[in-house]
T-cell receptor
Framework: NAGVTQTPKFQVLKTGQSMTLQCAQDMNHNSMYWYRQDPGMGLRLIYYSASEGTTDKGEVPNGYNVSRLNKREFSLRLESAAPSQTSVYFCASLDRGLEQYFGPGTRLTVT | EDQVTQSPEALRLQEGESSSLNCSYTVSGLRGLFWYRQDPGKGPEFLFTLYSAGEEKEKERLKATLTKKESFLHITAPKPEDSATYLC????????????FGRGTSLIVHP
């Protein structure tokens, strides 16, 4: 089992560019999450998907869109990147015991 | 207002010097409390789940305990490899499975 995988690991964008962060899990979990982590702010939920075909906004959804492509994959899209979106992005999935499994993260810099 | 507060923000220990990290929560209707370890540049890694007051879980030098208002992560005779940020999260009983994370305690163990 690879667990939760994320691509890319690093990305530099210019203001206004768009990109999609990919996430996949092979643990047959129903729920998946996208977080951003900034120094001093902890983990903040961007979007959440309880199951295939459903998505809900989290604490900081502005500037982002998501797609739950199937049970395995949950992507995060930045349509027009802004410097405020410079952060580390983590994808996670939820096991039956309610613990989350996280991917290795994507480090995004917007200049 | 934070529902999950971790203290201290940072902790420096000498190898072998036991201590405890605190996670206090103000929510009612706790579904579960979770501890994670996060190494620099990596995603959080699940450690423990506690479901009810009085419950305890152990793993190597770590022991997690839970009361009605807080959880402690006790570290006995720590080693430098225990250096990491430790995150606490709570899930409320109810419909959605969205955890609330604390901001973490950064632990450094000096040899």
């Amino acid at each position: 089992n690879a667990g939760v995988t994320q691509t890319p690991k690093f990305q530099v964008l210019k203001t206004g560019q768009s990109m999609t962060l990919q996430c996949a899990q092979d643990m047959n979990h129903n729920s998946m999450y996208w977080y951003r982590q900034d120094p001093g702010m902890g983990l903040r939920l961007i979007y959440y998907s309880a199951s295939e075909g459903t998505t809900d906004k989290g604490e900081v959804p502005n500037g982002y869109n998501v797609s739950r492509l199937n049970k395995r994959e949950f992507s995060l899209r930045l349509e027009s990147a802004a410097p405020s979106q410079t952060s580390v992005y983590f994808c996670a999935s939820l096991d039956r015991g309610l613990e989350q499994y996280f991917g290795p993260g994507t480090r995004l810099t917007v200049t | 207002e934070d529902q999950v507060t971790q203290s201290p923000e940072a902790l420096r220990l000498q190898e072998g010097e036991s201590s405890s990290l605190n996670c206090s929560y103000t929510v009612s209707g706790l579904r579960g409390l979770f501890w994670y370890r996060q190494d620099p540049g990596k995603g959080p890694e699940f450690l423990f789940t506690l479901y009810s007051a009085g419950e305890e879980k152990e793993k190597e030098r770590l022991k997690a305990t839970l009361t009605k208002k807080e959880s402690f992560l006790h570290i006995t005779a720590p080693k430098p490899e225990d250096s990491a940020t430790y995150l606490c999260a709570v899930q409320l009983s109810g419909g959605s499975y969205i955890p609330t994370f604390g901001r973490g305690t950064s632990l450094i163990v000096h040899p």
